[in-house]
């Protein structure tokens, strides 16, 4: 399974940006997607995730009320909406997939978002 991340750029505070990311490859068996993120210095946490398997969404505490994650189950696509912007947020994004697994076991490059107050 492949995935390409994209939609990283610089914004100001309290903007938005919109990530996306396309899973290519043995993809019948991806159970789901989520992204992660990684800000310098900082373990890579999570920030959201859906399910193929009934549609379920969670999200970190940290992005709850800004973030929206969605997905295209038939094109193998995940978004991430992410509103309300803050310095905080920024850091590189990382798309991921489960296959046939129940914990995350495939990873994009990354996209980076950084945040100007």
């Known amino acids: 399974v492949q995935l390409q991340a994209s939609g990283g750029g610089l914004v100001q505070a309290g903007g938005s940006l919109t990530l996306s990311c396309s899973a290519s490859?043995?993809?019948?068996?991806?159970?789901?997607m989520g992204w992660f993120r990684q800000a310098p210095g900082n373990e890579r946490q999570f920030v959201a995730g859906?399910?193929?398997?009934?549609?379920?969404?969670n999200y970190a505490d940290s992005v709850k009320g800004r973030f929206t994650i969605s997905g295209d189950n038939a094109k193998n696509t995940v978004y991430l909406q992410m509103n309300s912007l803050q310095p905080e947020d920024t850091a590189v994004y990382y798309c991921?997939?489960?296959?046939?697994?129940?914990?995350?076991?495939?990873w994009g490059q990354g996209t980076l978002v950084t945040v100007s107050s």
């Open positions: 859906i399910s193929w398997i009934d549609g379920s969404t």
């Open positions: 991921a997939a489960s296959w046939r697994s129940s914990t995350y076991n495939y």
């Open positions: 490859g043995r993809t019948v068996s991806i159970y789901g």
